[in-house]
């Protein structure tokens, strides 16, 4: 019985043979390197779609698409204000929250060092001599000597040089606007009553490693005058080119000297014994600071 080989084939039927593998391997070359990775990426999309789904079932949220993007559409509106009603979005007034809340420093730091983020880097100690030594010559035109123990501002501290500079900043500001308002500076055995209390630092996770969006120093103070001068002298913590707000505040009264005649004695001077702060945003992740709860 006749068995014909492969090279007993006519050429047509083994050039169509020759064909027929290389299509074959062709389509083998496509669906190794083109349709098997879409059928992958296809899982991966429908696994991580079901992982969608089940989030959203665990939560008051639609899985109608036409009702989520409605509420986004919401949210939307919300973070970035709307036009027709004029209303401000809570991106826009967060910054000018920031913003305000930042101003105390701004000017000063933009004119020296161009940015926060340069202020931090490149102040000197050179520097906050300079602004202590001018402080302290302030504080003794007052009679009152300045502690940098109190202050936290020794020379031993291990505190970075820009905290240490904007805790003096801070104290100085305080005590210059009370001067401004006819407000002494009250001191304990010859030292003025001035206290830099802890840095604090505003992150939006709660994490020891987040980083701050915003820093606030608070310097406590205490003060001695009329009523009436601290009042305005309050007012002018909180301007558009200031922002020093109080965060505690006690105020122990102080009788006439000498009494009045009559009965009634009006009370018109005080000790005010308070806590100010000032802000900075650092904006770069860039700085050691540490996170106070």
């Avoid at 010859?190 to 505003?202: E, R, S, T, V």
Wanted: include cysteine.
């Amino acid at each position: 019985m006749f068995s014909p080989t492969f090279q007993d084939w006519p050429r047509p039927n083994r050039l169509l043979f020759y064909v027929l593998l290389l299509m074959f391997a062709a389509a083998l070359l496509v669906l190794y390197l083109y349709v098997m990775p879409k059928w992958h990426q296809y899982q991966k999309y429908q696994h991580a779609i079901q992982e969608k789904e089940e989030r959203l079932a665990g939560t008051p949220w639609p899985q109608d698409v036409e009702l989520l993007r409605q509420q986004y559409a919401e949210v939307r509106k919300k973070l970035d204000g709307d036009p027709e009603t004029a209303e401000i979005g809570l991106v826009l007034l967060t910054d000018d929250i920031l913003h305000q809340a930042t101003s105390t420093f701004e000017e000063r730091i933009l004119s020296q060092f161009d940015s926060p983020q340069h202020f931090i880097n490149a102040v000197s100690r050179i520097d906050y001599k300079d602004a202590y030594d001018h402080f302290a010559q302030e504080l003794e035109e007052q009679k009152v000597t300045l502690d940098p123990t109190n202050l936290g501002l020794g020379e031993d501290t291990a505190d970075p040089v820009w905290q240490m500079t904007l805790k003096l900043w801070t104290a100085q500001q305080i005590c210059h606007i009370a001067r401004e308002h006819h407000l002494a500076i009250l001191s304990e055995d010859g030292i003025a009553a001035i206290n830099a209390l802890p840095p604090i630092a505003y992150t939006v996770e709660d994490t020891d490693t987040a980083t701050p969006y915003l820093l606030e120093f608070p310097v406590r103070v205490k003060l001695k005058g009329r009523l009436e001068d601290f009042l305005l002298f309050a007012q002018s913590l909180s301007t558009s080119i200031c922002f020093l707000p109080l965060k505690q505040l006690e105020i122990q009264t102080l009788p006439p000297d000498p009494p009045l005649p009559g009965k009634v004695n009006t009370v018109d001077t005080a000790i005010f014994n308070m806590v100010c702060s000032s802000f900075l945003q650092p904006r770069s992740s860039e700085f050691d600071m540490p996170i106070n709860d």
